[in-house]
């Protein structure tokens, strides 16, 4: 296994809609191992195929706390949802930011599991908003797509920042 690289917002790469999984095959399942090592590592509970610069419609996602439900989605399409949940979210892809976004409370979602098997799922609660946030990641939105403006250019400034900040500390080591 091999821990990937998360791509950070705001690099335009994370706007990029992910084209669906043709075949389930071992390259496939590499991948998978390597987005778990990468999510679980970060520590994050979801990581889209995008966010690791892959290009597929393919998720992973484990909301335990410890770390016991590994589930994978590939091809995932959210067909029902019902209620409506705020949640504080956070992101691999903006690290060190946390805001509030409305999410369906109970989802829905059809999808391929590692085996390449047809699934339907119901999710509710973290599950289902996990899965949203990485639905999102797949059709190239982020969560802060969902704050305002001002705040959205907030948080890109800062993260900016931060970054030539790390590389000016990488190069002078």
Do not use: W
């Amino acid at each position: 296994m091999a821990k990937l690289t998360i791509l950070e917002f705001p690099d335009p790469r994370l706007r990029t809609r992910a084209t669906p999984v043709k075949s389930v095959d071992a390259e496939l399942d590499t991948l998978i191992d390597d987005m778990f090592e990468t999510m679980y590592d970060a520590p994050g509970i979801g990581l889209a195929a995008t966010q690791v610069d892959v290009h597929k419609r393919l998720l992973v996602a484990d909301v335990s706390a410890d770390k016991s439900s590994p589930y994978v989605f590939i091809n995932p399409v959210i067909i029902e949802k019902d209620g409506v949940v705020v949640t504080e979210e956070g992101c691999l892809s903006v690290p060190g930011y946390y805001e509030e976004v409305e999410r369906a409370e109970h989802i829905r979602v059809r999808y391929l599991d590692r085996k390449g098997d047809d699934v339907e799922m119901d999710a509710e609660g973290l599950l289902a908003v996990c899965i949203q946030h990485e639905i999102d990641h797949l059709d190239g939105k982020l969560f802060v797509d969902y704050l305002s403006e001002a705040k959205r250019q907030r948080i890109r400034k800062r993260l900016v920042k931060d970054k030539r900040h790390r590389t000016a500390e990488a190069v002078t080591l």
